[in-house]
């Protein structure tokens, strides 16, 4: 069971600006440990989106970026792209489990 | 080029132990922790547990603490995850990966392991 949680599902047309939230608690995101994010592709492996809350691997497209605030992260994808249909997770640590935590992930559909 | 190759599916019966691999390359093994994640047929991911293959320091979620047993062998580049009693909850896609040093997220992930297990 997820302590992360996430919306099931957002939606836009291409182009358009979506955002996905990541509610926590004051024993995760509310810590100082960072938020970080994944995309996973159908029939593929996550993939590493956003690291310490804001920060972009290299290769990943400035489309994507993510904030940290309180108990809740987010993240945005603007000029929305077919090929950013995917699920998306969040992930922390969580000091009362003493371990990582994922979001319950959210599946984003290019209309 | 950093990659982390994972052993091929499995199709086991329920009471039966299995071990799975994930053989590394292109960095050194032993100064990254890696690590385990479970997700369950069309659910999320699940973090299972991470080793450091320099001293076998392992930690695992409470969730899978006791049921599976984690592990690293710096002389083959390889990390392990191990089940002695295989349920059918068992049955899942398996990822390893990478974590970058002294972080706490997975930078480079494995191919996934497929595990059935069905009597």
């Known amino acids: 069971q997820s302590v992360l949680t996430q919306p099931p599902s957002v939606s836009g047309a291409p182009g358009q600006r979506v955002t996905i939230s990541c509610t926590g608690t004051?024993?995760?995101?509310?810590?100082?440990?960072?938020v970080h994010w994944y995309q996973q592709l159908p029939g593929s492996a996550p993939k590493l989106l956003i690291y310490?809350?804001?920060n972009r691997p290299s290769g990943v497209p400035d489309r994507f970026s993510a904030s940290k605030s309180g108990t809740s992260a987010s993240l945005a994808i603007t000029g929305l792209r077919v090929e950013d249909e995917a699920d998306y997770f969040c992930q922390c640590f969580d000091i009362s489990l003493t371990a990582s935590v994922f979001g319950t992930g959210t599946k984003v559909t290019v209309l | 080029e950093v990659q982390l190759v994972q052993s091929g599916a499995e199709v086991k019966k329920p009471g039966e132990s299995l071990t799975i691999s994930c053989k590394a390359s292109?960095?050194?093994?032993?100064?990254?922790?890696i690590g385990w994640v479970r997700q369950l047929p069309g659910k999320g991911l699940e973090w299972v547990g991470i080793t450091n293959p320099s001293d076998s320091d392992t930690r695992y979620s409470p969730s899978f603490q006791g049921q599976v047993t984690i592990s690293a062998d710096r002389s083959s580049n390889t990390a392990f995850m191990q089940w002695d009693f295989l349920q059918a909850s068992d049955t899942a896609m398996y990822y390893c990966?990478?974590?970058?040093?002294?972080?706490?997220?997975?930078?480079?992930w494995g191919q996934g392991t497929l595990v059935t297990v069905s009597s």
């Open positions: 004051s024993s995760n995101i509310g810590t100082t440990y960072d």
């Open positions: 990966a990478r974590l970058p040093y002294l972080r706490d997220f997975f930078d480079y």
């Open positions: 310490g809350n804001t």
């Open positions: 292109g960095y050194h093994f032993g100064t990254y922790w």
